[in-house]
């Protein structure tokens, strides 16, 4: 009767707990109780609980974590690329390439008619217009650089935070098993935090035979009996002035994070953003200086554009101050337009990639880079978060708790019960007849 | 295999959201008409619009120039159809002059008409349009042309701008494509404006009398006035030239569109039958789901 009660507790157990995040459902393991010997016969003694056990499966545990963590990677990749592209709107008519357009435009428009004041308004409009874009560009991607920054600070935050609690959790486990307890609910509780942590970085783990759980980030020993590194941020200034951030563990060491939502972050921010603005840098210098190589020859002797990339690109001051500096010629004569014809010829002018493409080949290439990085990303996280649904439907499978087993179970438990009380019964009454005679 | 409670209900979340994805997704293509909204959508083709609306953009400028250019052209077959009469009259006198057979009364009035058709010659050559001289080369903002007079105020010549004079005015009309549509002062009247030199010789030779300086200046004002039809000649065939750029700009304006309109818009009919099958596919999952999460065992327990 006794392990029937104990059965019931489970059941009552599980079925409380059948909608909470990571539980594994518990399965009182019946067994026979240890015989009496006797001369002629052995007498059987019951049933009794020899253990509360957990339904686990480890391996897929393995499998289902290393995919959280590429979908980490994947999705918070995913997410920032296509904020990239929103920040690009590309294409559309008020986009950097419809600017450029325009500017080559207004060139070719003043050729027409050299002298007119008005067209020399509208090419200083446009040039302002294409600075405009390109610098709102750059402020944009460097927001979202900043963006990232405290959001990797966020993240780290959360692994460290997971981290020391995976830490007590491992002193209480320990505690619990040296007691020979299974300690399921604190595992359960582990193994939630081990998911969550996987999902933040590529962490490996075990299990050592005293139930002390230990974390290894890229071979690097995080956590264990006596290791305790939480991850710190290190922020630094290259060559260029760019700011640089990396992250470390108090032993110095720079772990490498392939994967988890921290390790997509890093590369964002260190790789794919840097790539993207001195993509716009290059872009820049190139209009800057063929513009400006053209514009010098004529009369004012002056330079369309000021700057030395994206961040500073401008319409010179001698432009932004006289309308008449413009130069469309190099005689300076009224219907001369050498200069103007050439820097609208400067539209298809291959003076990109060591004189192979031209400027707006150049912007449509990193456009189209930009596109298919941001399509890979999306079709990564959600191929990714596919498999790993499936690995959870498959582990709420072997571990979730299943209201219709339960009830099954505890009906057949409630009928094991009274029919031990039955015999109790039969028994006491056979004894009380024994004991009337 | 075995289903736990929970298995059900995250199963049904993770499905709806794909198909709440798939008709978002439909449903903003549907609003803009467009396939390609963002390099994402595909890359291959994003390129490809960003190309063709360059080209686009460029046709249209090109388009506004040869327009701009037509004008010109135009205004100057106007001018120079003027300049053909009157250098046609100067030939009609020279004749008359020749002949010894005019009076100095008759050939005073000769006289008087000549200056009037230099200055009438110098005017027209002075013709602007639309704030630009036509036939002083670059020269297209000051009166490229005078007369030049003596003390007396009589005419003795032609002056001219000379610095840049000569110059072509050129225009684009296409990638790497210039047109000229200028004629320069020794296009329309020879070196040194030498038709003017030759009308006021004949003034003179009208004044004073001389026929022999008369019929001597018969040939060279007749080669002037072929100067100028083969002037007017060389402007119209600009503007056949013009014509039939323009109809190539028209061409290839129509093909940029179809070309563009391949990479970026989206099939409307196709786009409207994936609607209605994810939206049925919806409907479907909505209604099993209710379905299914409300039995369990519990309800039939007592």
Redesign the interface.
């Known amino acids: 009767m006794a392990a029937q009660q104990s059965v019931l507790a489970v059941i009552g157990h599980n079925v409380a707990n059948?909608?909470t995040a990571g539980y594994s459902?518990q399965v009182a393991h019946l067994v026979q109780e240890t015989p009496t010997l006797g001369v002629a016969q052995d007498y059987g003694n019951g049933v009794r609980v020899s253990g509360v056990y957990r339904q686990r499966d480890q391996v897929l545990d393995q499998e289902l974590r290393q995919d959280l963590s590429d979908l980490g990677r994947w999705e918070s990749r995913a997410g920032r690329?296509?904020m990239i592209?929103?920040i690009?709107n590309?294409?559309s008519d008020a986009s950097l390439?419809?600017a450029?357009?325009?500017f080559?435009?207004a060139w070719?428009?003043l050729?027409?008619?050299p002298?007119?004041q008005t067209r020399r308004a509208v090419v200083r409009e446009q040039g302002r217009v294409l600075t405009y874009r390109l610098q709102t560009m750059v402020t944009r991607i460097e927001q979202l650089g900043q963006d990232i920054d405290s959001e990797i600070a966020t993240r780290v935050g959360e692994f460290n935070l997971l981290l020391g609690d995976l830490r007590s959790l491992n002193t209480m486990v320990k505690e619990s098993t040296l007691q020979g307890e299974a300690a399921n609910d604190l595992r359960d509780r582990r193994d939630l935090l081990l998911d969550q942590l996987c999902q933040l970085a590529n962490v490996t783990y075990g299990e050592r035979e005293d139930g002390v759980l230990y974390l290894r980030l890229d071979h690097t020993m995080i956590l264990d009996e006596a290791q305790y590194r939480p991850l710190e941020i290190r922020r630094s200034q290259d060559a260029n002035g760019q700011r640089q951030v990396h992250i470390v563990l108090p032993t110095g060491e720079t772990p490498e994070l392939a994967s988890g939502e921290i390790g997509g972050l890093i590369e964002l921010r260190q790789q794919t953003l840097p790539e993207f603005l001195m993509d716009l840098d290059s872009l820049a210098t190139g209009l800057i200086s063929e513009v400006n190589n053209v514009h010098r020859a004529g009369p004012s002797g002056v330079d369309f554009f000021f700057g030395t990339g994206a961040r500073d690109i401008a319409v010179s001051a001698q432009v932004e101050a006289t309308l008449g500096s413009i130069n469309t010629?190099t005689?300076g004569?009224?219907?001369?337009?050498d200069i103007a014809?050439a820097i609208?010829?400067l539209?298809?002018a291959r003076v990109m990639q060591s004189g192979t493409i031209s400027l707006?080949?150049h912007?449509?290439?990193v456009?189209?880079?930009?596109?298919?990085a941001?399509?890979e990303a999306?079709f990564q996280k959600d191929s990714l978060t596919l498999t790993s649904?499936t690995l959870?439907?498959r582990r709420?499978?072997?571990?979730?708790?299943?209201?219709?087993?339960e009830?099954?179970t505890l009906?057949s438990a409630q009928q094991a019960y009274l029919a031990a009380v039955r015999i109790f019964q039969t028994a006491e009454d056979m004894m009380d007849t024994l004991m009337s005679i | 295999m075995r289903v736990s409670t929970g298995m059900l209900h995250s199963t049904a979340v993770n499905e709806l959201n794909r198909v709440w994805s798939r008709l978002q997704g439909l449903q903003s293509q549907i609003a803009t008409g467009k396939r390609v909204s963002k390099p994402s959508d595909d890359p291959i083709a994003a390129a490809g619009v960003l190309r063709v609306r360059s080209q686009q953009r460029a046709t249209e400028q090109y388009t506004r120039n040869l327009n701009e250019a037509r004008e010109f052209a135009t205004a100057s077959d106007s001018a120079l159809t003027r300049l053909v009469e009157v250098a046609d009259r100067v030939q009609t006198i020279a004749v008359q002059v020749a002949d010894a057979s005019y009076g100095p009364e008759a050939r005073a009035g000769l006289a008087a008409e000549l200056d009037g058709l230099l200055e009438e010659l110098i005017g027209l050559a002075n013709t602007e349009y639309a704030g630009k001289r036509l036939f002083g080369g670059y020269q297209t903002r000051e009166e490229p042309f005078s007369v030049t007079t003596d003390e007396k105020g009589s005419i003795i010549g032609a002056g001219l701008i000379e610095r840049g004079s000569e110059g072509r005015l050129q225009r684009q009309v296409g990638d790497n494509v210039l047109l000229t549509i200028n004629l320069t002062p020794t296009d329309l009247f020879g070196e040194d404006l030498a038709l003017f030199e030759d009308i006021v010789a004949l003034r003179d030779a009208a004044l004073s009398g001389d026929s022999d300086q008369a019929r001597s200046l018969v040939e060279p004002l007749a080669a002037g006035l072929d100067r100028l039809n083969l002037s007017q000649a060389l402007v119209g065939g600009l503007i056949s030239r013009i014509d039939g750029i323009e109809e190539w700009l028209g061409h290839l304006e129509v093909e940029l569109e179809a070309t563009r309109s391949e990479y970026q818009d989206l099939n409307m009919a196709e786009a409207a039958m994936e609607y209605q099958k994810e939206q049925s596919i919806l409907q479907a999952a909505l209604s099993t789901t209710t379905n299914l999460m409300s039995m369990s065992l519990v309800n039939y327990l007592k």
């Open positions: 059948t909608n459902r690329l296509e592209e929103g690009v590309e294409p390439s419809a450029m357009d325009e080559w435009n070719s428009e050729s027409s008619d002298d007119d010629s005689s004569l009224p219907g001369d337009n014809l609208s010829g539209r298809d707006s080949d912007w449509s290439n456009v189209g880079r930009l596109g298919i941001s399509r999306t649904e959870q439907s709420a499978s072997e571990s979730g708790v299943s209201l219709d087993e009830l099954a009906l």
